[in-house]
C-alpha cells in the first residue's frame, strides 16, 4: 500500500482532484466545506491500476493549502511515498506553490508530479505553455526537477487517466517498504466512535500492527491495546508499514493523548530531547541561521519547540547546508533517517529541513569539534557498517536487536552489517554474543581495566590480583544519554577472558591481575613466612590460631592475604586457617573414614586428627560449604552416599 500527498496554493484545486481520482471527497468539518478550503488533514483512497495490470491500495492525504494551515500540511507530508505538487491553470505559481515545493524537496519525497488544474476554464493553449514553462523553471535544482507535468481538469475529467498512470509507473518505480520490526504510528487525528471508544489514525511505519498487541504511546503517553484496526474502511487483523491506519484503542481515552505522539509497540523506542541532524537553509531566507536561534521542529505529526546549536560555522546563510545539534523543549520520538522541517516561530515561515542522524546524542557537543563533525559526517554518507559501527560506539554494549534499531538501517541490511564487522574484527561479543562491543570501545575499556589494576597492584603489591567482583564494580562503562554503568557480570566475565586470550590481562579464577605483575616478598616478609609455615607444619591439624598467625608475621595482614590468595594457607570458617597441604590430608582422612562409617560426628573428626573441638568444626563447616558433606542433626553423611 501507498501513501500519496497533495500539496499546493489554497484554491489551487486539491481537494476537487482528490475528489475527481477517489470518488470521496477529503473535507470532513463543516467549516471546511463552508469555506470551501481544507484546514485539517483529509483523507481519501482509491484502488490505482498497475502498469502490470495489478491493483494497488492507495491512500490519498489532502493537505491544507491556505497559509495559516501549513502547520497541519507539514503533519501530512511526513510519511509518504509520493506527492502531487497541485497548480492551478488560472493562477499559475504562488508564494504558497513555493513554500510547499520547497517543502517536498527538504522531506526528500522518493517520487512526484506536477497537477496543473482548472485547464478548463483556460481557452489559450499558449498560457498555459506559459505557466508549464514557469513550472518547469521552479522545479529546476529541486527533487522535482524533470517531473511529469500533467494537464488536467477535475470538472471535464479531462488527464486524470493520464494523472492516474503516471502516479502508477512512479509508485512501480519505488522498493517495498521497510520492516524494521518497531513500528510508529505517528497520531495526526483523535476521534471517539460509540462502541468502539478511542481512534488515532496516522501512517505506519517501521513495522506492522497486529490487534490485541500492546502498545505505548510516547512520549509522555499511556499504555493499552490494540483492540481493532481499519485501512480504506476495511477491518483488518494485520496493518503493514506503509499503510494508512485506524487504530481502535483499548484502555486509552482521547483525553489522555494528543495529536504528535506515536504509537509504538513496548520497548522498541525512545523518545529525546536532543538531536543531532544535517540541515540546509532555504536559498531564498531572508537571514542566516544563527546560533541559538528559537525554532519550531515538525517532525512526523509533531511540533516541538527547540533552540539550534551549530556546530561547525558562526551562522549558516541561505542556501548553506550544516549540521546541529536540535535542544528541543520537550521529547519527541524520532528515528535516525527521518526528516524534518524547522520553522520560524514568528514571523511564522519556513527556514529549511534536513535529516535526522542521530536521535540520541549522548551529550552537548562543544562547538566546532572536528571528532563531532567527523562523526556527523559518516552518518550522514557513511555504508550501512559504518552507520553499524557508529550506533554501536555511541552505546557501547547494545544486544543485536538494540543496535538494530539505533542505526535507523533495515533489519537485514543492518544484521548483515553486524555480522561483517564481526567477521573482521571491528566488533566482538561478550555474554555468548547476546552483548556487542566496537573494537575501540572493547580496547578502551581493557585499557581502563589495566588501569585499575595497575593502581591495585601498587597499592596491595603481596596481592595475587584483584577480585573479579571488585574490578567489575569500579569499571565502569559508558551508556545511553551519557550515563556509566557496570558491564553484567557475564559481559565482564567474557571479557576478561578474551583480554586473557589477546595477552593483555591475566584472567584467574577469581582474580584479573596485570601479566607483568607477580607477588614478590622482601627478604624479612620472606623470613616471617618461613616462620609461620614451621610453626604450622608442626602441629598440622592444631595450627596457631589467627591472632599467633598475625603475630609472627609481624601484624602483616597483607601478607597473610598473599598467603591465600596463592593458596599456601587455606582459610576456614572461624578465622581458622590450615597449610593447603595439611587441608587437603585432613579431607582425605575425614572422607575415608565417613565412607567406612556410614555417618560421621564433630567427636569423630577431633578424635581422628587429634585435635581441638574448634578445629575440627572450622573443618566440617568448610566440607559442608564446599557440598563435600551434609548435616543431618549431629551427623554429617558423604553427599555421593546419601540414601
Known amino acids: 500500500m501507498r501513501v500519496i500527498a497533495t500539496a499546493g ?51 490519498i492525504v489532502d493537505v491544507p493549502g491556505h497559509i495559516d494551515f501549513i502547520k497541519n500540511m507539514l503533519a501530512g507530508v511526513g510519511s509518504v511515498d509520493a506527492a502531487i505538487l497541485v497548480i492551478s491553470a488560472e493562477e499559475g505559481v504562488m508564494p504558497q506553490t513555493r513554500e510547499h515545493l520547497a517543502i517536498l524537496d527538504l522531506l526528500a519525497l522518493p517520487e512526484g508530479l506536477v497537477a496543473l488544474t482548472k485547464t478548463d476554464l483556460i481557452d489559450e493553449p499558449e498560457w498555459l505553455d506559459l505557466i508549464e514553462l514557469d513550472i518547469q523553471e521552479i522545479l529546476v535544482g529541486t527533487r522535482l526537477e524533470g517531473a511529469p507535468i500533467i494537464r488536467v481538469s477535475a470538472q471535464s475529467g479531462d488527464g486524470l487517466d493520464q494523472l492516474r498512470s503516471a502516479l502508477a509507473r512512479g509508485l512501480t518505480a519505488l522498493p517495498p517498504r521497510r520492516d524494521r520490526g518497531r513500528p510508529r504510528l505517528p497520531i495526526d487525528r483523535i476521534f471517539s466512535m460509540p462502541g468502539f471508544g478511542t481512534i488515532v489514525t496516522g501512517t505506519l511505519s517501521d513495522g506492522h500492527l497486529s490487534v490485541g498487541e500492546p502498545i505505548d504511546i510516547l512520549p509522555d503517553g499511556p499504555s493499552g491495546r490494540v483492540r481493532a484496526l481499519q485501512t480504506h474502511n476495511q477491518t483488518i487483523e494485520r496493518a503493514l508499514p506503509g499503510s494508512r491506519v485506524a487504530v481502535n484503542l483499548s484502555g486509552i481515552a482521547t483525553d489522555e493523548i494528543g495529536r504528535g505522539q506515536v504509537v509504538v509497540t513496548p520497548e522498541t523506542l525512545r523518545s529525546t530531547r536532543l538531536l543531532d541532524v544535517s540541515f540546509r537553509l532555504l536559498p531564498d531566507s531572508t537571514n542566516p541561521l544563527r546560533h541559538n536561534m528559537a525554532v519550531d521542529l515538525f517532525s512526523g505529526a509533531s511540533e516541538t519547540p527547540a533552540h539550534v546549536r551549530l556546530l561547525a560555522v558562526e551562522e549558516l546563510l541561505p ?325
Open 9 to 59: 496554493h489554497v484554491d489551487h484545486g486539491k481537494s476537487t482532484l482528490v475528489q475527481a481520482l477517489t470518488g470521496s471527497h477529503p473535507d470532513r468539518l463543516e467549516e471546511e466545506k463552508r469555506r470551501g478550503l481544507t484546514i485539517v488533514l483529509g483523507f481519501a483512497w482509491m484502488d490505482l491500476a498497475m502498469p502490470d495490470g495489478s491493483l494497488e491500495p492507495v491512500s
Open 319 to 643: 542556501g548553506d547546508e550544516g549540521w546541529l545539534q536540535l535542544r528541543l523543549e520537550r521529547p519527541v520520538l524520532v528515528a535516525g533517517g527521518d526528516r524534518f522541517i524547522l520553522r520560524q516561530p514568528s514571523p511564522s515561515l519556513t527556514l529549511g529541513g534536513g535529516e535526522i542522524l542521530d536521535p540520541h546524542p549522548r551529550r552537548r557537543y562543544r562547538r566546532f569539534d572536528a571528532t563531532v563533525v567527523a562523526k556527523l559526517e559518516t552518518l550522514a554518507q557513511g555504508s550501512p557498517d559504518e552507520i553499524v559501527l557508529q550506533s554501536l560506539e555511541r552505546e557501547p554494549l547494545l544486544s543485536e536487536q538494540d543496535l538494530i534499531a539505533a542505526s535507523g538501517l533495515d533489519k537485514e541490511i543492518a544484521g548483515e552489517a553486524i555480522r561483517q564487522l564481526l567477521e573482521a574484527g571491528l566488533i566482538r561479543g561478550l555474554d555468548e554474543q547476546r552483548l556487542l562491543i566496537s573494537a575501540s570501545a572493547y580496547q578502551q575499556i581493557v585499557a581502563d581495566l589495566q588501569l585499575l589494576l595497575g593502581e591495585f597492584h601498587s597499592q596491595y603489591p603481596l596481592r595475587q590480583g584483584m577480585p573479579r567482583s571488585e574490578a567489575r564494580s569500579r569499571l565502569l562503562v559508558a551508556g545511553a544519554g551519557g550515563l556509566r554503568k557496570e558491564l553484567p557480570q557475564r559481559a565482564f566475565n567474557e571479557l576478561a577472558l578474551q583480554a586473557n586470550g589477546d595477552g593483555l590481562v591475566a584472567s584467574e579464577e577469581s582474580t584479573v591481575r596485570l601479566l607483568s605483575h607477580t607477588v614478590r616478598y622482601s627478604p624479612d616478609q620472606q623470613k616471617a613466612v618461613d616462620r609461620i609455615l614451621q610453626a604450622y607444619a608442626a602441629a598440622p591439624f592444631s595450627p596457631p590460631n589467627a591472632i599467633d598467625t598475625l603475630d609472627l608475621l609481624r601484624g602483616d595482614e597483607n601478607l597473610l592475604e598473599s598467603l591465600v590468595e596463592r593458596n599456601v594457607l587455606a582459610r576456614l570458617p572461624g578465622a581458622v586457617y590450615f597449610r593447603q597441604e595439611d587441608f587437603v590430608a585432613a579431607t582425605q582422612k575425614i572422607i575415608a573414614l565417613a565412607r567406612s562409617n556410614g555417618a560421621i560426628t564433630l567427636a569423630d573428626v577431633r578424635d581422628l586428627l587429634d585435635t581441638s573441638r574448634k578445629y575440627a568444626q572450622a573443618l566440617l563447616e568448610e566440607l559442608d560449604a564446599r557440598r563435600v558433606t551434609r548435616r543431618v542433626g549431629d551427623e554429617r553423611m558423604l553427599r555421593g552416599l546419601e540414601q
